[in-house]
Nanobody
Framework: VQLQASGGGLVQAGGSLRLSCVAS????????LGWFRQAPGKEREFVSG????????YYGDFVKGRFTVSRDDAQNTVYLQMNSLQPEDTAIYYC????????????????????WGQGTLVTVSS
């Protein structure tokens, strides 16, 4: 399965971006999906997760209502709408996928996914 993330770019503090990630699989609806990010010199960090069919969503503590994850199974795409972006949100954002649903506590651990994309760079200027 290949994952292609896009939508990153340069935005001013307070601005918004919507990231997209398209997956090459016929059974996308069954996949648990996650967004992670990694800033220079920092460890990878869980951003958000969404269960197969989108029934459950999960967010990292730092999100604080600013981001929304969603999926369109007809388009094999998962989205991350990011609002009120701050300079500390600057990072490469990666989408990851697991070919089944995960237990809720497992979405935040990148080791539980078996596919990941190349990432898209988000830069937030102050």
């Amino acid at each position: 399965v290949q994952l292609q993330a896009s939508g990153g770019g340069l935005v001013q503090a307070g601005g918004s971006l919507r990231l997209s990630c398209v997956a090459s699989t016929r059974t996308f609806w069954a996949y648990g999906l996650g967004w992670f990010r990694q800033a220079p010199g920092k460890e990878r960090e869980f951003v958000s997760g969404i269960s197969g069919t989108g029934g459950f969503t999960y967010y990292g503590d730092f999100v604080k209502g600013r981001f929304t994850v969603s999926r369109d199974d007809a388009q094999n795409t998962v989205y991350l709408q990011m609002n009120s972006l701050q300079p500390e949100d600057t990072a490469i954002y990666y989408c990851e996928a697991r070919d089944r649903n995960l237990y809720s506590m497992d979405y935040a651990n990148g080791d539980n996914y078996n596919y990941w994309g190349q990432g898209t760079l988000v830069t937030v200027s102050s």
